[in-house]
């Protein structure tokens, strides 16, 4: 059998209707195609009989899934609220036996774990940023370092010196932990010194070395 030719080409694209749309067509059928002088064609009364009992069957598909997403979403609702409500009471339950345990075997008798000693980060204290050098107006071979601190800024510091002029390269501690230290050499002598902050068992970074030459 030849199938028939298309004489007007339909506008309509399935794939792009949502099921609502794809239903609103179904029900625009079923209520006019009864109407119209097609429906005398026998494959048409048909097919349009066809369209109807299955745009039955897909719109109790599609309410079913709609009451299913809609239990769905009040299920969630739910168990979100069941789940804030166990979370508090079990909150509640931890705290009763943190006030009441002796030690950790009480509290793992409840399920729960001794919580582990926070750990905490130090980090060292800031490197200084500037040594000052004193040279006495009088006298000879003697000179003054200090780590600039400012405003009510007060530290403790370790201090080396190494004895090469031409660039540090080993490092001799000097005695202290003030802010200062005395330095004496040979006159003409040339020597670097540097600072390093000191906060406890930490140590900042070494300072950058500043020349002296004694007078």
Do not use: C
Not at 71 to 94: I, Y
Not at 105 to 132: G, R
Not at 182 to 191: F, H, P, Q, V
């Amino acid at each position: 059998m030849t199938q028939a030719l298309n004489r007007i080409r339909i506008g309509l694209n399935l794939s792009s209707m949502t099921n609502e749309q794809l239903l609103q067509l179904v029900v625009a059928i079923t209520a006019l195609a009864p109407q119209s002088a097609l429906i005398s064609i026998a494959s048409i009364a048909t097919s349009v009989a066809a369209v109807t009992s299955k745009g039955a069957t897909f719109k109790s598909n599609s309410d079913t899934v709609k009451a299913d997403e809609e239990k769905l979403r009040n299920d969630k609702t739910a168990l979100g609220t069941s789940r804030g409500a166990l979370e508090g009471e079990v909150a509640t339950l931890a705290a009763l036996v943190g006030s009441n345990a002796k030690n950790a075997a009480d509290v793992a008798s409840m399920a729960f774990q001794v919580a582990p000693a926070p750990v905490v980060v130090k980090s060292p204290p800031a490197t200084p940023d500037v040594i000052d050098v004193v040279i006495p107006k009088k006298g000879r071979g003697r000179a003054k370092a200090s780590v600039h601190e400012t405003g009510g800024e007060k530290g403790r510091y370790a201090a080396e010196w190494s004895p090469d002029p031409f660039g540090p390269t080993t490092w001799v501690a000097l005695p202290g932990t003030g802010k200062s230290r005395n330095l004496t050499g040979a006159s003409g002598t040339k020597i670097w010194v540097r600072f390093a902050r000191v906060r406890g068992q930490l140590q900042s970074d070494w300072s950058t070395p500043v020349l002296v030459t004694f007078p």
